[in-house]
């Protein structure tokens, strides 16, 4: 099986190494310090800055970006970086906006990701609801990503997207064997919205790795930013209460420390 190496970079963005494929999850590389609007009302600033500076990251095979119109899964820096990167991989909203060379995938959507010196990958895009329900029109289409190669040994590689726990992602074990979940935390919340939440929270979490029972479960988007309700402590203290093959599979990662989850 190819080894499997993540490194969080901080907010969702996360680089994915597989298979000699460098994967880089909703870039996110502008300093700490700028206030960005997200429409309707809300907005986030930004508290804290990328782990690794672009220039410091190496090259980039493909993207796969959940959704770009809000900054923090697609800042300014982030914006520019895609012009370098061969493969970008989004909603079908999003690849209108964007242009090529990128692809939109609608939920259960799948494609391939081919080098000749690759192992190839292949990539289902997965449902999101980035709020409450009937907020779709308002937050826009958000897509998950499931990952596939040869020789993974028990399930995909699954990205959730910033999304709340819906019927959708219950149903997701019933198509999809989780091994390893980069979850979108956060339970984003935004002042003028009161108690709306936008991400899954800790608790959503906790639910839906009872369903899947994944073998690892990696927490991104959870810090970083102002709207993010739930960080690391939150988490911990709501995981003490989790049932121990939930809590167990948990790990937070070092930002900007390149660490191997596979087997």
């Not at 809300?42 to 690794?52: D, F, N, Q």
């Not at 799948?110 to 609801?129: F, K, M, N, Q």
């Amino acid at each position: 099986m190819d080894a499997v190496r993540l490194t969080h970079i901080g907010g969702p963005t996360t680089l994915i190494e597989v298979g000699g494929w460098r994967i880089l999850t909703d870039p996110t590389f502008d300093p700490a310090g700028d206030h960005y609007a997200f429409g309707w009302g809300t907005g986030s600033t930004k508290v804290a800055g990328p782990a690794i500076a672009p220039g410091q990251l190496g090259p980039v095979d493909a993207v796969l970006l959940t959704h770009d119109h809000h900054a923090d899964n697609l800042d300014g820096a982030g914006r520019a970086l895609l012009a370098d990167v061969p493969t970008v991989l989004t909603t079908v909203a999003g690849a209108r906006r964007l242009g090529p060379p990128a692809v939109g995938l609608a939920p259960w959507a799948s494609t391939t990701l081919e080098h000749p010196d690759r192992t190839s990958i292949g990539v289902v895009a997965t449902p999101c609801r980035h709020g409450p329900p009937l907020s779709r029109p308002i937050v826009g289409d958000v897509v998950g990503f499931a990952l596939s190669w040869p020789g993974q040994e028990r399930g995909v590689l699954w990205i959730s997207g910033d999304t709340v726990l819906t019927a959708d992602l219950r149903r997701i074990p019933e198509r999809l064997d989780v091994d390893l979940a980069v979850l979108h935390l956060g339970g984003v919340q935004f002042p003028a919205t009161g108690p709306l939440r936008y991400t899954m929270t800790v608790d959503e979490a906790v639910e839906l790795c009872g369903l899947m029972r994944p073998r690892l479960v990696v927490p991104v988007h959870y810090e970083g930013w102002s709207h993010f309700r739930e960080g690391r402590d939150a988490i911990e203290r709501r995981l003490e209460s989790a049932p121990s093959e939930v809590r167990d599979a948990f790990r937070f990662l070092d930002p900007g420390v390149p660490t191997d989850l596979s087997r």
